[in-house]
């Protein structure tokens, strides 16, 4: 079965640039789709076919994929940003295990 | 807006059954794939089972498969997920969502606990 593995954890001060990773096998030939959840709500898409952005997501959220790693990138990290973020892809259906963005 | 509210969660015992509603509104319901995703308590997202718009596609992961059965009522704007066979490896908070690819819309979840 298909895998995607994430770091458990990633911490950045704030104004900093925090980079999430998302491997799987030649994930590049796929489209990862990010989302962004905060404690007791729902997932929020952030990113969308590698680097795209829903309307309403700011700028500093970018989006990267390339051979076996996708890659979240917030720039500019604000203590809101503070999530576990999850990537995910189609064909198969899979979710990344998920990363703890920790704003110290 | 689009806006999801799931139903139908609660406790149930080990090996009973229970039916979960998501109710749809702010899109035309019959037009979009719809999903059931689960997340275990302190764990990750896990996706479950999809149905296209006419619910003649359906798709689910091994975990469910047989247990779970996926449905939908484009006049009632409605997706329902039939749990049976439950075990305490079910409990978790049940997610529908909207998307072809990605899921651009979640709705807040209801939560199911397996338990005797």
């Known amino acids: 079965s298909y895998v995607l593995t994430q770091p458990p954890s990633v911490s950045v001060a704030p104004g900093q640039t925090a980079r999430i990773a998302c491997g799987g096998d030649?994930?590049?030939?796929?489209?990862v789709h990010w989302y962004q959840q905060k404690p007791g709500q729902a997932p929020l898409l952030v990113v969308y076919d590698d680097s795209d952005r829903p309307s309403e997501i700011p700028e500093r959220f970018s989006g990267s994929n390339s051979g076996n790693t996708a890659t979240l990138t917030i720039s500019g990290v604000e203590v809101a940003d503070e999530a576990d973020y999850y990537c995910q892809v189609w064909h198969p259906l899979v979710f990344g295990g998920g990363t703890k963005l920790t704003v110290l | 807006q689009v806006h999801l509210v799931e139903s139908g969660g609660g406790l149930v015992k080990p090996g009973g059954s229970l039916r979960l509603s998501c109710e749809a509104s702010?899109?035309?319901?019959?037009?979009?794939?719809m999903h059931w995703i689960r997340q275990a308590p302190g764990k990750g997202l896990e996706w479950l089972s999809s149905s296209s718009g006419s619910g003649r596609n359906i798709y689910y992961a091994d975990s469910v498969k047989g247990r779970f059965t996926i449905s939908r009522d484009n006049a009632k704007n409605s997706l329902y997920l039939q749990m049976n066979d439950v075990a305490v490896e079910d409990t978790a908070v049940y997610y529908c969502a909207r998307g072809g690819s990605p899921f651009d819309h979640w709705g807040q979840g209801t939560l199911v606990t397996v338990s005797s």
């Open positions: 030649n994930i590049g030939s796929k489209s």
């Open positions: 702010g899109f035309t319901f019959s037009d979009p794939y």
